[in-house]
């Protein structure tokens, strides 16, 4: 068990350098080798390989405009952390979790919705529970609020605040022995994201020039910076 989690704890760098270049093929190796630690050590050692190397290629194929092949990344993520949580529960497979079934809620119907809207709120709520002061946790529950109108508890607001209180912990708790300083990059592109929807554009421009002075190979921060661009000179006269 020891020796496996120092494999992963050695490969989440790698999934998470192929996550900010959108590299697809490697994100699919790293994921093939979590799957075979899973086949030969059981999900709740390896998860977290299946976890990183799915929530990029979910991201991954959505923004492609291929649904069928993100849903099925996103199945399989949730049957193997599923299967983890039966035989141990930690924060972080249950803010992972809470995720997946957030973004789960983007493939169901109109009826299925407010039930997996509740299990990932749920998830994150015992995630918080366990672990009050894990980023990662607070970087999901920004993201959810992000995603989330405010009249289902979500909304730009609640976001900007769980966002800032995840980077917050990352400048004040030592790293994670497994997954290191993981997440940090996503939570300031939706912090940047979700300060220019509330109007607060140079705070938007500065947190998103942030995200590329710590992470210059961040292909989000890259499109939307050039986004932004784009819209800024279509509105110049």
Known sequence: MLLLVLILALSVPDLWQAGRRDDVPLLQQGRREALQAVAAEGATAAWPGVALADLYLV?????????????????????????ARKDTVSPDLLAFLGNFYGV????????????????????????????????????????????????????????????????????????????????EDLALVYLAQAWYRLGEV??????????????????????????????????SP
């Open 59 to 83: 991201a991954h194929f959505q923004a492609q405009g291929l649904p069928d092949s993100a849903r099925t990344y996103l199945e399989e993520a949730l049957r193997i952390l599923e299967q």
């Open 202 to 235: 140079s705070r938007a421009r500065a947190t998103l020039q942030e995200a590329l002075q710590r992470y210059p190979d961040l292909l989000m921060a890259h499109s939307l910076q050039a986004r932004w661009a784009q819209t800024r000179k279509e509105e």
């Open 104 to 183: 789960r809620i983007s493939f169901a119907s109109w009826f299925q919705a407010p039930f997996l809207g509740r299990k990932a709120h749920r998830c994150l709520a015992q995630a918080q529970a366990l672990d009050s002061l894990n980023p990662r946790v607070w970087l999901f529950e920004g993201i959810q609020a992000f995603y989330t109108p405010p009249m289902f508890g979500g909304g730009l607001k609640k976001a900007v605040r769980r966002l800032q209180r995840a980077l917050e912990l990352w400048q004040r708790r030592p790293a994670s022995p497994l997954f290191g300083r993981w997440g």
